[in-house]
């Protein structure tokens, strides 16, 4: 096994340092049931499930104007696919 190199060190420093930041973005993620799904429909704007998910979990705070809104989407997206 040879020298290790500053420019090796660096790189490892900067990968540390990216993977510190994105796994940070994770655990924000799952946090709370609510920032699970919400980043879920923002990663899968298109897709029924976290629209549905979300709802669940607004509806579990008491935000039952926004679930409602949810739900809404979500059958839009149900009956555009024709799965109603």
């Not at 990968?15 to 049931?33: A, M, P, Q, T």
């Not at 897709?47 to 949810?70: S, T």
Request: charged fraction near 25%; proline fraction near 4%.
């Amino acid at each position: 096994m040879g020298r290790v190199t500053a420019r090796q060190i660096v790189i490892v420093a900067v990968l540390l340092s990216w993977y510190s930041v994105v796994g940070h973005r994770r655990v924000e993620d799952w946090s709370s049931e609510l920032n699970l799904w919400t980043r879920a429909t923002a990663i899968s704007p298109l897709k029924p499930r976290p629209h549905i998910n979300r709802a669940k979990a607004l509806f579990g705070l008491g935000r039952v104007d926004e679930a409602v809104q949810e739900v809404y989407i979500a059958a839009s997206m149900e009956e555009a696919r024709g799965e109603h």
